[in-house]
């Protein structure tokens, strides 16, 4: 990123270093020390082994828990994208009441538990649950709709929750967008959806590529959201981790599954960057 | 420096040993770790056996609970240094246990009251403790009245005599069971299981499952809230909804009838005092007492000769004689077997299918 050449930078970098270093070593001893324990640990089955990634490139079971656990993300993300800039766009443009307002209902779930958030979404959704009720009263229906305990209820929950760090950084980045542009915009004969596609949209990349990559990595690791509202058939690995302490019961074999996901997403992040430049994008030079 | 930690460590040991003299003196009373699964089981048991037992062999009773023992029996063996004693968990890491060499083996001349229950409730590493069983439930607003309600797994499994949505335990253990009697096996003569053909009997009713249940609780709100129209949870989670006055109901015919157990930790800390607690533990008046303060069958059946528990309340009893004859006894020893473990593994497949 910034590689500066005066002497003055360079002091105000060592500076700067030096009082990274708590943080550092916070960062290396809850992050990395863990991480390379949990590496270490999916080498390891009475002696240095193998034989847990064996298992996990062998059997099946692990792909296809990969590739929904990567379809839900997606799904997810995509989503939270199309429900959140709207309400980041309002949220960012409103006046003073309203913007609090829209602001604190954005915010406000974060105080509830994901459990309790899950539970609501079941009261909501299964066979006698409200949505069904309703729609059965106006006469839409004349048979519930499985809306819980499948894929279509665990995704929807996991939307509901993971929203707000979708519309979060967008507000963030449409914030710091000058009204004036699109008014200069406009005075250079842009119609309201070109100046938004040519202008608007590309400022507020940064916040679209952040609320995307939070969402996306935190629904890869979600567990009580599908566990309670997907039935007992959304598999998802980290459900698949959970299982694996208990039936082999070491961690190696938990482990080597939670390392193969994160090589995944580290592929995922490094292709991405090779095609778009996250420099670019997030501003910097 | 070498010379300074080693003295220090060796102050540290000195401490550690001075501390630990007072507790294993010749003086103090004898004593026994007792650890079982926590909540409402625990706190019954307390009442209707530990203080008991403990009042009648003049020891102390210490307790420590733990959902999941056999990760911490395994740390404890595995630092050479044991702290409990007696451990109450499902019978299976009991057998698994003994087959680890973590677990004591038992030797009952030393255990008359064990002794006494029946060959198949108890193993050379474990005692049978209480009884709870995997049952068939069903909905009294589905199905009105006795007559017109599945009675069995083939029933169950009838999805055109008894419509109606659904739910299965999301685990292999008690479901392959009760596949296997849909199909027609009878419940005597189900082990070793037909692993292919249970997966393949379950593959039929899959479609018709609304929900795979993961905790008790979660088998007895489906039920309640009408989710499902029947469901096999274990017989506690009914009979505690039917208390409340819900709608529901269940038959012992065909249940799966399971266990926890009593096992010794290898190189118990006190391992004579630990004997004489797990023979009290299976006596028949103090396991009469269980079943009056929770819905858990005793696992000693003179239980039902003391008085204790009148008639009706046997009836409720997943192992009073006459429902247990109904019933089918899981194999503990068929589950921890490699062949049961093989099982296990090939639940996910089948789940993802």
């Known amino acids: 990123m910034a590689q500066s050449a005066t002497g003055q930078d360079d002091g105000e970098q060592r500076l700067m270093l030096l009082l990274a270093v708590p943080a550092l070593l916070v960062v290396s001893a809850l992050v990395l020390l863990p ?135 967008i507000y963030a980045a449409i914030e710091k967008i000058p009204p004036d542009l699109m008014q200069a915009a406009a005075s250079l004969g842009g119609g309201p959806a070109y100046a938004f596609r040519r202008v608007f949209l590309p400022l507020s990349m940064p916040g679209v590529i952040s609320g995307m990559t939070l969402v996306f990595i935190l629904t890869l690791g979600f567990y009580i959201t599908p566990e309670l509202l997907g039935g007992g058939r959304v598999v998802m690995v980290s459900m698949v981790v959970s299982r694996n302490v208990e039936l082999y019961q070491q961690w190696g074999a938990a482990s080597a599954v939670g390392v193969v996901l994160l090589l995944i997403v580290a592929a995922i992040f490094y292709a991405v960057s090779r095609v778009v430049s996250f420099d670019r994008i997030l501003g910097d030079k | ?225 009408g989710e499902v129209d029947m469901v096999m949870p274990w017989n506690g989670r009914v009979s505690a909804l039917t208390k409340e006055g819900a709608k529901v109901a269940y038959t012992y015919t065909q249940g799966i009838l399971q266990s926890t157990s009593l096992c010794i930790l290898k190189g118990a800390p006190n391992l004579a005092t630990a004997i004489k607690f797990v023979n009290e533990a299976v006596d028949p008046v103090l396991q009469a007492n269980l079943p009056l303060h929770i819905d858990y069958g005793p696992a000693n059946p003179n239980a039902f000769g003391t008085g204790v528990i009148s008639s009706a309340r046997a009836k409720e009893l997943p192992s009073a004689p006459e429902n247990a004859s109904r019933q089918a006894l899981m194999s503990y020893a068929w589950w921890s077997s490699a062949k049961g473990e093989e099982a296990e593994k090939r639940w996910l497949g089948f789940m993802q299918k």
Not at chain 2, 11 to 36: D, K, N, R, T, Y
Not at chain 2, 99 to 116: R, T
Not at chain 2, 155 to 181: C, Q, S, Y
Not at chain 2, 188 to 215: C, F, G, M, N, Q
Request: glycine share 6%.
């Open chain 1, 35 to 169: 991480l390379a324990w949990l590496v270490g640990q999916s080498f390891w089955d009475n002696g240095l082994s193998f034989a847990h990634y064996q298992r996990v490139f062998s059997e099946a079971v692990y792909w296809r828990s990969f590739g929904l656990t990567f379809r839900i993300a997606a799904l997810v993300t995509i989503a939270c994208l199309l429900l959140g800039y709207p309400v980041a766009y309002a949220a960012a443009m409103a006046e003073r009441p309203w913007k609090a307002l829209i602001l604190a209902l954005i915010v406000l779930p974060f105080w509830t538990s994901v459990l309790v958030r899950a539970y609501a979404w079941l009261v909501l959704l299964q066979r006698t649950g409200v949505v069904n009720q309703m729609l059965e009263r106006v006469g839409l229906i004349s048979e519930p709709l499985a809306l819980a305990h499948n894929e279509f209820g665990a995704t929807l929950a996991t939307v509901h929750i993971l929203l707000p760090f979708m519309v979060l950084p």
């Open chain 2, 1 to 225: 420096m070498q010379y300074a930690i080693r003295s220090l460590l060796g102050g540290a040991l000195a401490i550690a040993g001075a501390v630990a003299v007072p507790g294993s003196g010749a003086m103090a009373q004898e004593q026994v770790l007792f650890v079982s699964q926590g909540g409402a089981y625990q706190k019954a048991q307390t009442i209707a056996i530990l203080d008991p037992a403990a009042k009648k062999l003049g020891i102390k009773v210490n307790q420590d609970s733990a959902p999941d023992a056999w990760p911490v029996m395994k740390t404890q063996i595995a630092s050479g240094k044991p702290t409990w004693d007696v451990v109450d968990t499902p019978t299976g890491y009991c057998l698994r246990g003994g087959e680890q060499g973590l677990v004591e083996k038992l030797d009952f001349s030393k255990l008359p009251n064990a002794a006494a229950m029946p060959a198949e409730y108890r193993s050379d590493y474990s005692v049978a403790y209480e009884f709870y069983s995997s049952v068939l439930a069903y909905s009294l607003k589905k199905f009105a009245d006795a007559a017109s309600a599945p009675k069995t797994w083939a029933d169950f499994w009838d999805v055109k005599k008894f419509p109606g949505r659904r739910a299965l335990r999301n685990h292999p253990i008690a479901t392959l069971e009760a596949a296997l009697m849909a199909d027609g096996v009878a419940p005597d003569k189900l082990y070793p299981l037909d692993v292919d053909r249970a997966l393949k009997k379950l593959e039929e009713i899959k479609p018709h499952i609304t929900v795979w249940w993961t905790s008790g609780a979660q088998s007895a709100q489906l039920l309640n809230d």
